[in-house]
C-alpha cells in the first residue's frame, strides 16, 4: 500500500514541476487517455480493497485503456463521429461506481472497528 502512495506523490510532483506543453490539437485525446488511465487506477484501488489485485492485469489494463481511448478519440476524430463522447460517459460512470464502492468499504471498515 505504500508503494502507491509514493507513485502517486512522485507522478503529482513530477506533473507540477516538469513543464510539458501538449499541443492544442491533441488535447481530446489526452484528456480522454486520461479519464481511461484514472478508470483504471480507481478500479485498481478497488480491488485492491476488495482483497483481488493483480498488478499485471492493472499495468496491462492501464495502458490498453489509454491507448485505446485515445486511438478511438482519434478515429472518431478522422470520421468526423463524436467517438470520444461515449468513452467520456463510460468512463465517468465506472469511475463514479468504483469510488461509491471505495467510500462504502472504507466506511465498513471505519465503523465495524469503532
Known sequence: MLFPLIGLILGIVAGI???INIPIS??????IAVLA???SVFGGLRALGE???NVN?????????AL????????????G???????????GVR???????????????IFKKG
Do not use: H, V, W
Open 68 to 79: 485505446l481511448a485515445g486511438f478511438l478519440a482519434f478515429l472518431g476524430d478522422k470520421l
Open 95 to 109: 469511475i463514479f461506481q468504483n469510488l461509491a464502492i471505495i467510500r462504502r468499504e472504507m466506511l465498513d471498515r
Open 37 to 39: 488511465a484514472l478508470d
Open 81 to 91: 463521429i463524436p467517438i470520444y463522447m461515449a468513452a467520456i460517459f463510460a468512463f
Open 51 to 53: 482483497g483481488y489485485f
Open 17 to 19: 514541476m516538469l513543464p
Open 57 to 65: 492485469i492493472f499495468i496491462t489494463g492501464f495502458f490498453a485503456n
Open 26 to 31: 491533441y488535447a481530446p485525446y489526452i484528456s
